[in-house]
T-cell receptor, first 115, second 111 residues
Framework: NAGVTQTPKFQVLKTGQSMTLQCAQD?????MYWYRQDPGMGLRLIYY???????DKGEVPNGYNVSRLNKREFSLRLESAAPSQTSVYFC??????????????FGSGTRLTVV | QKEVEQDPGPLSVPEGAIVSLNCTYS??????FMWYRQYSRKGPELLMY????GNKEDGRFTAQVDKSSKYISLFIRDSQPSDSATYLC???????????FGTGTQLKVEL
């Protein structure tokens, strides 16, 4: 099925370890996003890529880096994980169609625990 | 103060009830308004989309936008247990490409 695929689905890290969350979409969307979701905080934008070759900081970028590898793939890297980065991470993609549908398509999420 | 405010609930209603979910916002530049539904341990999925003010109906769901009051609503008629989920409002400015989300309202529809 077409959509956004995130890997891994679950991960436990020790403080100070690094890891990369992978995201790929097959809808030929130009824009991709990384969000984190925490109880009571909603979805907060970490980084986004409006189009291939560009990336920009969102609301909570500290401690993260991103790479827009190609049009399909957008990865999120934690260089030195901290317990405050324990969260559920969602990747999303979007395209502005002529009909004006501005919806995002989300992946199923990565549950990350940092101990 | 957050740009988008949403009561987190939880909201518990009996099957068949009419549900009203609401968000308020402070940024008058928002022009695109969406409602997402998120089941437990799943990603959000787009439920309703509205441009500017007015109403939009899709089956049992009606989205309303009142830009003068900076207030949006989602109504669910004849609610079903399968509607039990977290509902997130989201908004975007004209010409923008980033959504701003509310924190979500948890809804439980009981038999």
């Amino acid at each position: 099925n077409a959509g956004v695929t995130q890997t891994p689905k679950f991960q436990v890290l020790k403080t100070g370890q690094s890891m990369t969350l992978q995201c790929a979409q097959d809808m030929n969307h130009n824009s991709m996003y990384w969000y984190r979701q925490d109880p009571g905080m909603g979805l907060r934008l970490i980084y986004y890529s409006a189009s291939e070759g560009t990336t920009d900081k969102g609301e909570v970028p500290n401690g993260y880096n991103v790479s827009r590898l190609n049009k399909r793939e957008f990865s999120l890297r934690l260089e030195s994980a901290a317990p405050s980065q324990t969260s559920v991470y969602f990747c999303a993609s979007s395209e502005i169609y002529r009909t004006g549908d501005y919806g995002y398509t989300f992946g199923s999420g990565t549950r990350l625990t940092v101990v | 103060q957050k740009e988008v405010e949403q009561d987190p609930g939880p909201l518990s209603v009996p099957e068949g009830a009419i549900v009203s979910l609401n968000c308020t916002y402070s940024n008058s530049a928002f022009q695109y308004f969406m409602w997402y539904r998120q089941y437990s341990r799943k990603g959000p999925e787009l439920l309703m989309y509205t441009y500017s003010s007015g109403n939009k109906e899709d089956g049992r769901f009606t989205a309303q936008v009142d830009k003068s009051s900076k207030y949006i609503s989602l109504f669910i008629r004849d609610s079903q247990p399968s509607d039990s989920a977290t509902y997130l409002c989201a908004m975007m400015t004209g010409g923008g490409n980033k959504l701003t989300f509310g924190t979500g309202t948890q809804l439980k529809v009981e038999l």
